[in-house]
């Protein structure tokens, strides 16, 4: 009998940690603000960088809340059961991800900043990749052109798509 209690409760543990995981089914979860379309968010971009707005741009990526209640625990195999990450490890991951982004995003205001720049081409060096939460598509490569002609690739991190809306996860200028 106390076998049988502890399995019980054991199953109760379980079942509530995947609860507080999953406040809302993966159906319900959206991206606020989210663009429409990848073309909708990477012009989104070009214009924040072309006015300089630091606000702006740090809009495209998803917020404390999507990171730590969507991503976090939707970087799993599709079907799999979502991933139960502790306060504090989660919020350590978000800091982690919200300085270097915020430290990329300072250096790509000040390498593209102030220009007009149009869209030439688009890659996404590591594809696409399905998630139990969410599809990831990344690294995003994009040729751009300036009014002269004078062609750049701007690196800007993956793009997480949730339910249809797009956001950047973060801004990642390494592989």
Not at 15 to 21: F, I, V
Not at 25 to 50: E, F, H, K, Y
Not at 92 to 108: A, C, E, I, N, P
Not at 146 to 165: C, F, H, M, W
């Amino acid at each position: 009998m106390q076998l049988l209690r502890t399995a019980v409760f054991l199953l109760f543990c379980a079942a509530s940690a995947l609860a507080a995981t999953s406040a809302h089914p993966p159906a319900q979860r959206q991206l606020a603000n989210g663009a429409p379309s990848v073309d909708a968010l990477l012009d989104r971009l070009l214009a924040a960088l072309a006015a300089r707005d630091e606000q702006g741009l740090h809009r495209l990526r998803v917020t404390e809340h999507e990171y730590r209640d969507i991503i976090i625990p939707g970087t799993v195999k599709p079907g799999a059961a979502p991933r139960h990450v502790d306060e504090t490890t989660s919020l350590y991951f978000w800091r982690m991800l919200d300085q270097k982004s915020r430290d990329v995003g300072y250096v790509m205001l000040q390498r593209f900043g102030g220009k007009q720049y149009v869209r030439k081409e688009l890659k996404f060096t590591k594809g696409v990749r399905e998630f139990g939460g969410y599809k990831a598509l990344g690294e995003v490569r994009m040729e751009i052109a300036d009014k002269d002609g004078t062609q750049e690739t701007l690196p800007s991190g993956y793009i997480a798509e949730v339910n249809g809306r797009y956001k950047f996860i973060g801004f990642n200028f390494n592989s």
